[in-house]
């Protein structure tokens, strides 16, 4: 890539990479929000946990152009692209987050739980005094992986009109410009790459020594 | 001397219909220590668990100071009785500190105060304020860990105190001092202790009176002395097996 490239469209990479990221973050704050209290809930109804899992499973295997695809014609959500890529995006985050979750609440050590209930800690206290912050890292864990698959996977996002780096990609291959589809590329990348650095520092700050 | 936990006509049974208590009707008297021996799966352990109802009997009824554990509301009753278990189960992501002070916490006291509070407890058990308060769990040694879980067991000031083979998985030089150290505090403090044991030295160095517990089923009651020089089969197979047990791993570290 030439200076004179990275000067035309230096500005437009910037704004892109901005919108790229606020697009991963909105999903990931959406996706966490409802994959944590979700897997809570499974630690308490664990007969659930399969078929709930599973969906979200499910919603894994749906190509991302499809899933975009199928939420297009949504009312309300069919107005505005980044709608449309925001839900996806959480649809794709929800699985790891709910899975770190609930294996993280459920690999707490009996005996841990076991003194929490028998000295008398309620139901609320038990849950931010001990089963959270014990899960942490693992939800960080599940987090950190939805991050870095939905850093990707947004670049699919263009295809709906939502923005994002991938803009300059799709823009790229319909013009056989490299430089386009590598400067769409390599930020996407570099993003997925500092996110999953920066999460993994918080994950080791959250483990508990044992 | 007035009746502390009294156990009355108790059942347990799984859902799969295996009976674990089996009417089991007992008085402890305020201030006492009970040793509970029975061998594993006995229902020792499940006694004990129905008295801060982690085990909720399934016949009968348990008495905490003259008030059905059923009548009493959950949270106040828990936090009313010390528990300390084989594994300290202290939490791993609290300093010792806030270990020892969590109940306090749970009931809305303040920071000095709690602070204040699981030093003094700290130093109850034998360990130093200055030195341990910010420690994590993993850098105590076994025996220290117990010792913080016996403080933490303590911090409400709990009439009641259940230990639940409390020193079971300690070396044996370890397990004496924590003995003796519990004696000692026994002694102070006057609490009502329920303590589940394998152990026939710790049942008889630290307890009162000696329950033996076969399928549910309490098979003698009887003062330490007593207890050795019973002549009841069940009570003599017990002190066989346990001797064997002694003489055993004596042989076993002279070989």
């Given at each position: 890539m030439s200076s004179s490239f990275l000067q035309q469209n230096g500005a437009t990479i910037l704004s892109l990479t901005i919108e790229h990221l606020w697009l991963t973050a909105a999903a990931m704050l959406f996706a966490a929000a409802i994959a944590v209290p979700v897997g809570v809930w499974l630690t308490r109804s664990p007969a659930w946990a399969r078929p709930v899992i599973g969906l979200a499973n499910i919603l894994q295997t749906i190509p991302s152009l499809a899933m975009f695809g199928f939420l297009l014609p949504l009312p309300w959500l069919g107005d505005r692209a980044a709608r449309i890529a925001i839900v996806a995006l959480t649809a794709y985050a929800l699985l790891p987050i709910l899975r770190n979750t609930y294996a993280g609440i459920r690999g707490i050590d009996p005996a841990v739980m076991d003194v929490a209930r028998a000295m008398g800690l309620t139901g609320t206290q038990r849950l931010f005094k001990v089963e959270l912050p014990l899960a942490a890292s693992f939800i960080l864990t599940g987090l950190r992986t939805a991050t870095v698959t939905c850093i990707g996977i947004a670049t699919i996002a263009a295809a709906v009109g939502?923005?994002?780096l991938g803009e300059l990609i799709f823009r790229g291959v319909a013009s056989v410009d490299n430089r386009l589809v590598l400067a769409g590329a390599i930020p996407a990348a570099g993003l997925a790459l500092v996110a999953d650095a920066v999460l993994g520092i918080f994950e080791r700050l959250l483990t508990v020594k044992r | 001397m007035s009746t502390a936990i009294e156990f009355r006509n108790l059942f347990f049974a799984t859902?799969?219909?295996?009976?674990?208590?089996?009417g089991i009707s007992l008085a402890l008297e305020a201030g006492t220590t009970t040793a509970i021996l029975g061998?594993?799966?006995?229902?020792k352990t499940t006694l004990l668990r129905t008295v801060n109802r982690m085990v909720e009997a399934t016949g009968g009824d348990v008495l905490v100071s003259g008030k059905s554990v059923r009548d009493t509301d959950l949270i106040a009753l828990r936090r009313g009785i010390g528990y300390v278990i084989q594994e300290s189960g202290?939490?791993?992501?609290?300093t010792v500190e806030r270990n020892v002070g969590l109940v306090l916490e749970a009931e809305g006291h303040s920071r000095a105060e709690r602070v204040q509070r699981s030093h003094a407890l700290l130093e109850t058990v034998g360990l130093d304020p200055t030195t341990?308060?910010?420690?994590?769990?993993?850098?105590?040694?076994g025996g220290q860990r117990q010792r913080v879980g016996v403080a933490r067991a303590l911090a409400a000031e709990p009439k009641v105190l259940l230990m639940d083979?409390?020193?079971?998985?300690?070396?044996p030089l370890t397990r004496a001092e924590m003995q003796e150290m519990m004696r000692d505090l026994m002694a102070r403090m006057q609490k009502t202790v329920v303590l589940v044991t394998h152990d026939l030295d710790e049942a008889l160095y630290l307890a009162d009176r000696i329950v033996l517990l076969s399928s549910g089923k309490v098979i003698a009651d009887l003062a330490p002395e007593a207890f050795m020089q019973s002549t009841m089969p069940e009570v003599q197979a017990y002190l066989h097996a346990f001797r064997r047990g002694v003489g055993n791993a004596a042989h076993g570290r002279s070989a």
């Open positions: 939502a923005g994002g | 859902r799969q219909g295996r009976l674990l208590l089996d061998r594993s799966g006995s229902g202290l939490f791993p992501h609290f341990f308060s910010s420690r994590y769990p993993h850098q105590l040694s083979e409390p020193f079971g998985a300690l070396d």
